[in-house]
């Protein structure tokens, strides 16, 4: 059974950093692609950042430069380090795989930056 399981959330002011972290478990990590999304209240879930299982990285413009997202295939997590954080970051951070045409999703992370 898969499993994504995210930690790192929480409550910092704007400017300061946060790091996210995935554990994955059920897959073989290494040759899966890993996305974080965000869903702000009110809004629609957005794809903040992907990283391929080679390692190349996309981001969505609005954190660019902010955010870093990076892989430990010998630990099974991605982690996602935000920077400069502004409050129209916050949201509930998703962890997200697609296997086998399934998109799985761990429970969420909250981050809320207050101004």
């Known amino acids: 059974q898969v499993q994504l399981v995210e930690s790192g959330g929480g409550l910092v002011q704007a400017g300061g950093s946060l790091r996210l972290s995935c554990a994955a478990s059920?897959?073989?990590?290494?040759?899966?692609?890993i996305d974080w999304h965000r869903q702000a209240p009110g809004k629609q879930r957005e794809l903040v950042a992907s990283?391929?299982?080679?390692?190349?990285?996309n981001y969505v413009d609005s954190v660019k430069g902010r955010f870093t997202i990076s892989r430990d295939n010998a630990v099974n997590t991605v982690s996602l380090q935000m920077n400069m954080l502004k409050p129209e970051d916050t949201a509930v951070y998703y962890c997200?795989?697609?296997?086998?045409?399934?998109?799985?999703w761990g429970q969420g992370t909250q981050v809320t930056v207050s101004s």
């Open positions: 997200h795989v697609r296997v086998a045409s399934r998109d799985l």
């Open positions: 059920g897959i073989r990590f290494s040759t899966y692609s």
């Open positions: 990283i391929s299982n080679g390692g190349s990285a």
